[in-house]
């Protein structure tokens, strides 16, 4: 039987037309689906020799395959398989009815993963994958589950289930290749448009919080029965169907290529796989989702780890959690990103500081370790939503959904009823506007790669040039358009051997059955755009530059992808994304923050914090983290707006220092 592993509740579970067919029906699809997936999922595929990466091709491919726990992402991966690949089967055999949902959860209940959170009552501190978190839903908001929708997806098969990507025109032709839709939209030449405020500093902490809140692995077969024997066995599948499974070659689904103009690439074709998935609470049937392996909370798991074992490892590195810079081997994954290792460099000196600080006022063991994170996890918060969100959507979005923190004391704002699992739409669409603001930074680093200094990120903070860089430097402005480095040569390791960000972007959302632009904006309240023009229904969020772009490449306003319909808006005011991303990293960000019963502004016990030490935690600011830990005499009092813009540098010296007297009463063993 299949191992027994928690799943999440979907904030939306879409399931039209049910009730049809009797439990035998059911058993049926069930059986032959399991077939079908054993199929596709064990059977002999050729596999190419895999060399150690060493170069930062090979290196965005182990991201993109990484798996934070491969034996746990294949269970449920394989569990959301034969959900999908069973309601499609029943719904062709009756007419396009959906199975009755409670019949379907018994049948399938012995291959459905499932797991009871133990929750302690009166636990001060978050747990490590995200669990107990909301005492109704345990299960909400935690590592490996599937991604909540705002609307129901808008998938390529009939029934909407997921089997095939969104691909079609509604005219009935084929959608615009996402290369086509990045050379006609996205290309700004040479020379992109740069910033006149914002710094690359805005650009780095934006991709912190992607990382923070969203890892989606890939979908992949597993190898010959001989092997992975333990795996095959595991999942008690029977002997003969291995056996019959070993001599075929897979069906593969998972591939999703598209393709580009001869000459662009040294291929025409792009290889692309798809999302892996994860099976709804019960492993209900309906439209497929995909996995999340992060928690979905602003609690910094990109450096402490999203399980107990990642939190034990983290540990390891250092006594009772003060930590070195790890110097990553060639090949890590967590090597490949300078964006996120200099912040990465800036957290873990941080984390070092506050634990010393600590520990000098008597905290020891367990505590001393979780109580750090949790100050951490609280600075960290404070900076997202009271500098980077106002930024990005604005004072009117702020308020609109209700995310400005006070000055002082205590706000809470949880609702139990909030789910804060992290959105598809967010994930796949909406947080990916940071792409457009790609700078050259990262080409002055990659250009220097080799496997030993390519890591060294802290060097680069350290470095005063280096880190001034970072406040004056403008990013890339935030608009429809990216740099012919991150158009055409990120990750290049010989000529046309490259990765066009704005042409994966595009597919993912393509992938993961994001409605087309007009549906959002119906969403978010806007009008939706019916013709390709500026009058009345028109583009009247869009420039004429880039109105026209779009009517270049796409049938019907109605075909329109998200990212690009959305990344091609006006910004709004005080912001610099168009309204419709407003709306959606709006709603996202209220989720994270009313939905998390650790949030740092909830006046709870024993989980909050007193009104002296929320005092010191809402005195801090980026700057001020910046100012301890590099090497730099004076910063902007707004780290992401830089000198150049007219934001006067502060002196270091100024900025308040994180005073930990009022913890030396609270919480200690």
Avoid at 222 to 232: F, G, H, K, M, T
Avoid at 405 to 412: C, I, L
């Amino acid at each position: 039987m299949l191992g027994k592993i928690l799943v999440h509740t979907l904030a939306v579970c879409v399931i039209l037309n049910v009730d049809g067919g009797g439990y035998s029906d059911i058993e049926q699809a069930i059986n032959s689906a399991l077939e079908i997936v054993t199929i596709r999922r064990f059977a002999s595929i050729p596999r190419p020799v895999i060399k150690d990466p060493a170069n930062p091709v090979s290196l965005r491919g182990a991201l993109a395959r990484r798996r934070e726990n491969p034996e746990i992402v294949a269970k449920y991966g394989l569990a959301a398989d034969l959900v999908e690949t069973a309601t499609v089967l029943f719904a062709e055999r009756h007419g396009g009815k959906l199975p009755n949902a409670e019949a379907f959860r018994a049948a399938i209940a012995p291959y459905c993963p499932t797991k009871i959170a133990k929750c302690e009552n009166n636990c001060r501190y978050r747990s490590a994958d995200g669990s107990c978190n909301n005492r109704i839903h345990p299960e909400w908001g935690t590592t490996f589950s599937p991604q909540t929708r705002f609307l129901p997806p808008d998938y390529g098969d009939q029934f909407d289930i997921g089997v095939v990507p969104r691909s079609t025109s509604v005219t009935g032709h084929k959608l615009p290749s996402p290369r086509e839709i990045s050379n006609s939209v996205h290309d700004a030449g040479m020379t992109a448009p740069r910033d006149h405020i914002y710094n690359i500093n805005l650009m780095h902490f934006g991709l912190v919080i992607f990382h923070d809140v969203i890892s989606t692995p890939l979908r992949q077969a597993l190898a010959r029965r001989r092997e992975n024997p333990d795996i095959v066995a595991k999942y008690g599948l029977a002997a003969d169907l291995v056996e019959t499974a070993t001599v075929l070659f897979a069906e593969r689904p998972a591939c999703f290529p598209f393709f580009t103009l001869p000459g662009e690439f040294s291929h025409t074709c792009r290889s692309f796989v798809r999302s892996e998935i994860a099976p709804s609470q019960g492993c209900l049937p309906g439209p497929s989702n995909q996995m999340n392996q992060k928690t979905s909370y602003l609690d910094l798991s990109l450096i402490y780890g999203n399980s107990i074992e990642g939190e034990q490892r983290f540990r390891q590195f250092g006594s009772e959690g003060e930590q070195r810079f790890r110097q990553f081997g060639p090949g890590h994954p967590d090597s490949f990103d300078a964006t996120l290792n200099i912040f990465h460099v800036i957290f873990l000196r941080e984390n070092n500081k506050i634990l010393r600080d600590l520990k000098h006022l008597g905290w020891s063991g367990d505590s001393l370790f979780k109580e750090t994170r949790n100050i951490m996890s609280a600075i960290y918060q404070h900076i997202v939503y009271t500098e980077y969100v106002p930024a990005v959507i604005g004072q009117d979005a702020m308020l609109r959904y209700g995310l400005k923190s006070t000055r002082y004391g205590h706000n809470t704002m949880y609702n139990p009823k909030s789910d804060a699992t992290t959105s598809n739409v967010f994930a796949t669409a909406a947080i990916r506007f940071a792409h457009s603001t790609f700078d050259t930074f990262e080409k002055d680093v990659i250009q220097g790669f080799s496997p030993e200094t390519f890591q060294n990120y802290s060097n680069i903070v350290t470095n005063s040039p280096s880190s001034s860089t970072l406040f004056t430097r403008f990013q890339s402005k935030t608009d429809r358009f990216m740099t012919d480095f991150g158009r055409n040569k990120l990750w290049e390791s010989e000529p046309k051997n490259s990765v066009d960000t704005m042409s994966f972007d595009i597919q993912r959302g393509r992938d993961h059955g994001l409605p087309s632009y007009n549906r959002w904006r119906e969403y978010c309240g806007l009008k939706p755009i019916l013709h390709f023009g500026k009058g009345i229904m028109g583009f009247a969020d869009h420039t004429i530059g880039a109105t026209k772009a779009l009517s270049s490449v796409y049938r019907h306003p109605d075909d329109i992808d998200l990212i690009s319909g959305a990344m091609t808006e006006r910004p709004v005011s005080g912001g610099i994304v168009g309204p419709t991303f407003a709306c959606l990293l709006g709603e996202q960000f209220a989720l994270f923050k009313t939905g998390d019963r650790f949030f740092y502004e909830n006046d709870f016990y024993p989980t909050g914090f007193t009104k002296g030490q929320l005092r010191q935690i809402k005195k801090q600011s980026l700057s001020s983290v910046m100012c301890r830990h590099v090497n730099i005499p004076a910063v902007p009092q707004n780290a992401f707006i830089s000198p150049k813009a007219g934001e006067p540098l502060v002196p270091c010296m100024t900025f308040p220092k994180l005073d930990l007297r009022e913890w030396a009463l609270h919480g200690r063993d």
